[in-house]
């Protein structure tokens, strides 16, 4: 279980990184905030050698892995990534309004006047399939409302939600939210309006 949740971590890492990325592609230095975390992405794929332990490299159950990007060590058997603002660049704070659909491991905005992203549902092999899936992919936000506070709020899991929000997205497409399966994130700082969309019918 531990070794599953450290290549979890390090594939959800890479994943985040390039602009227009797929969850395996090699990091981009351009999107990380931070001089060091941009030095860990050009390193990636360089392999590890045993005098780079303590320098750049860990060991893990007998294997030497490159530190990621926002990476940190916690204990012997566990690391930890620092959160997305602290880890990418960000654009500034903006005014959003949209659909915010809650669903557990699947949040997602979709900003007013424009429409949810299909995904492609038949050729699941087909090369046709994989690009309209990354068309997909890049045009859906996550929606990251962990700060905010809903005092006596209800939350149903599926239930959509018309919300306008102070928040901030992510500067470079790239693989976020659960398993990198979003193109870009959005932070919630501060939510001015929410309320509950009918479940049948229109939604906005």
């Known amino acids: 279980m531990q070794l599953r949740l450290a290549l979890t971590l390090t594939l959800a890492t890479l994943g985040v990184a390039k602009a227009q990325s797929g969850p395996l592609d090699r990091p981009d230095p351009k999107v990380f905030a931070r001089a060091k975390d941009q030095e860990r992405a050009r390193l990636m794929m360089k392999p590890c050698a045993k005098a780079d332990i303590g320098r750049g490299c860990y060991r893990y159950d007998g294997h030497a892995f490159r530190e990621e990007p926002c990476s940190y060590q916690i204990d012997a058997q566990t690391r930890g990534s620092l959160p997305t603002d602290q880890c990418y660049k960000m654009?500034?704070?903006?005014?959003?309004?949209?659909?915010?659909?809650?669903?557990?491991?699947?949040?997602?905005?979709?900003?007013?006047?424009?429409?949810?992203?299909?995904?492609?549902?038949?050729?699941?092999?087909?090369?046709?399939?994989?690009?309209?899936?990354?068309q997909a992919r890049l045009a859906t936000i996550w929606m990251n409302a962990n700060r905010v506070h809903f005092d006596g709020l209800t939350r149903r899991n599926g239930a959509r939600?018309?919300?306008?929000?102070?928040?901030?997205?992510?500067?470079?497409?790239?693989?976020?939210?659960?398993?990198?399966?979003?193109?870009?994130?959005?932070?919630?700082?501060?939510?001015?309006?929410?309320?509950?969309?009918?479940?049948?019918?229109?939604?906005?």
């Open 91 to 134: 654009e500034t704070q903006q005014r959003y309004r949209g659909v915010w659909v809650d669903v557990f491991e699947g949040q997602r905005f979709i900003p007013e006047g424009t429409s949810p992203p299909e995904w492609p549902r038949t050729g699941l092999k087909s090369s046709e399939w994989k690009e309209k899936a990354e």
């Open 161 to 204: 939600w018309i919300i306008e929000f102070i928040g901030r997205k992510t500067m470079y497409p790239g693989s976020y939210g659960h398993f990198g399966m979003s193109g870009q994130e959005i932070i919630v700082d501060r939510v001015i309006s929410l309320w509950e969309c009918p479940r049948t019918g229109i939604c906005g």
